[in-house]
């Protein structure tokens, strides 16, 4: 397995129009986000990257939604996604779309998101599936020096994996649009079928995943220590210096008398 690090320049798309199929992939993202959007409680919405500026979010009781991203166009914050000017837990909800194939160091992304976020608070990532017909793209000559098809791709296990080993707790992942991505999709019989069929049975492969998981910070347990009475002081019956200069003195005395 390759390490997660890039060492070269990451290319950032600005809009969903600039990748492949692009509405099509962020209204299905809306339909599944939507569904998780009233259980987002609290006062502050965090949206990361400029792909997660469009994600809808407005059936979230929470009106205070936030967009930061190095790009200046339609943004609420510029700045860069990997050192979020925002202190620690004090964000409630954040959502990463699509940002950690575009990104050099995925991993301090989602660390930056996790330091931000509150105990108890959501956490939404999206992205491309490696293991997919969209995934095959890289595989493919003429396809894979095309954008985004020559970024690296991060599967939807790996990224759980690194949420777990940071304590949260994976509420949903699905997957959607069985599709290569990289042609117009079409509405036939045969791709209508193919759908159903691959939902049915081969829901892991779908090209878009959405991950939808909850912080839990264990609360720290203060141990009472065990008070011990500690033991009496008792004196040592050490005979002093006194008396034994006082014995010969005596002695001395008496052999005088005698």
Same mark, same amino acid.
């Given at each position: 397995?390759? +390490?997660?690090?890039?060492?070269?320049?990451?290319?950032?798309?600005?809009?969903?129009?600039?990748?492949?199929?692009?509405?099509?992939?962020?209204?299905?993202?809306?339909?599944?986000?939507?569904?998780?959007?009233?259980?987002?409680?609290?006062?502050?919405?965090?949206?990361?990257?400029?792909?997660?500026?469009?994600?809808?979010?407005?059936?979230?009781?929470?009106?205070?939604?936030?967009?930061?991203?190095?790009?200046?166009?339609?943004?609420?914050?510029?700045?860069?996604?990997?050192?979020? +000017?925002?202190?620690?837990?004090?964000?409630?909800?954040?959502?990463?779309?699509?940002?950690?194939?575009?990104?050099?160091?995925?991993?301090?992304?989602?660390?930056?998101?996790?330091?931000?976020?509150? +105990?108890?608070?959501?956490?939404?990532?999206?992205?491309?599936?490696?293991?997919?017909?969209?995934?095959?793209?890289?595989?493919?000559?003429?396809?894979?020096?095309?954008?985004?098809?020559?970024?690296?791709?991060?599967?939807?296990?790996?990224?759980?994996?690194?949420?777990?080993?940071?304590?949260?707790?994976?509420?949903?992942?699905?997957?959607?649009?069985?599709?290569?991505?990289?042609?117009?999709?079409?509405?036939?019989?045969?791709?209508?079928?193919?759908?159903?069929?691959?939902?049915?049975?081969?829901?892991?492969?779908?090209?878009?995943?959405?991950?939808?998981?909850?912080?839990?910070?264990?609360?720290?347990?203060?141990?009472?220590?065990?008070?011990?009475?500690?033991?009496?002081?008792? +004196?040592?019956?050490?005979?002093?210096?006194?008396?034994?200069?006082?014995?010969?003195?005596?002695?001395?005395?008496?052999?005088?008398?005698?």
């Amino acid at each position: 397995m390759k +390490p997660a690090l890039a060492f070269r320049k990451q290319r950032h798309p600005k809009s969903w129009l600039q990748i492949p199929n692009g509405e099509i992939i962020l209204k299905e993202i809306n339909q599944v986000v939507a569904k998780w959007c009233p259980k987002f409680f609290g006062y502050h919405l965090l949206k990361i990257g400029a792909l997660s500026g469009e994600v809808n979010c407005d059936d979230s009781p929470i009106n205070h939604q936030i967009t930061v991203s190095e790009d200046v166009e339609n943004v609420s914050v510029v700045a860069d996604i990997d050192d979020l +000017p925002f202190l620690e837990h004090s964000i409630d909800v954040c959502v990463l779309s699509h940002v950690l194939e575009f990104n050099g160091d995925p991993h301090h992304v989602v660390r930056e998101a996790n330091r931000v976020l509150i +105990p108890n608070g959501y956490l939404v990532i999206t992205g491309f599936n490696p293991f997919s017909l969209a995934g095959l793209n890289r595989f493919i000559p003429y396809r894979r020096q095309n954008f985004p098809w020559q970024e690296r791709f991060f599967s939807s296990m790996r990224v759980k994996d690194w949420l777990q080993l940071m304590g949260y707790e994976i509420l949903a992942d699905e997957h959607l649009l069985h599709s290569s991505l990289a042609g117009v999709i079409g509405e036939g019989k045969i791709t209508n079928y193919w759908n159903k069929f691959a939902k049915t049975f081969l829901p892991q492969l779908g090209s878009v995943y959405v991950i939808v998981a909850k912080k839990r910070v264990l609360p720290l347990t203060p141990i009472k220590p065990k008070w011990k009475l500690s033991p009496r002081f008792s +004196p040592v019956k050490v005979t002093g210096m006194s008396s034994r200069h006082k014995s010969p003195k005596r002695n001395v005395l008496n052999d005088m008398r005698k």
